[in-house]
């Protein structure tokens, strides 16, 4: 019998969706950092259209930026793995 959140078996696909929350939200939560510190950075008075040079500046800050993330997290990812791995009875 089946109950009111599915069949026992659904524990995979619920761990799958947690999965993809969780990642959405550390997306949008970056998405947000990176607004927050470039906006500040490149646009100090803030008015109904942004200059060519607050664009240009937007758009360098925000690959510089993600730039700086994915080092961060390649380098933090072979870390944990470093420390996994020097366990032991891992």
């Excluded at 803030?46 to 500046?57: F, V």
């Amino acid at each position: 019998m089946s109950s009111l959140f599915g069949s026992g078996g659904a524990a995979p696909d619920m761990n799958a969706r947690k999965e993809q929350m969780k990642q959405q939200i550390q997306q949008e939560q970056l998405i947000n950092k990176i607004n927050e510190n470039c906006y500040e950075k490149c646009v100090p008075k803030p008015s109904s259209a942004l200059s060519s040079s607050e664009e240009q500046c937007l758009s360098r800050c925000m690959t510089l930026y993600m730039a700086a993330f994915d080092q961060v997290s390649k380098s933090y990812v072979a870390r944990v793995s470093k420390e996994r791995s020097g366990l032991p009875g891992v």
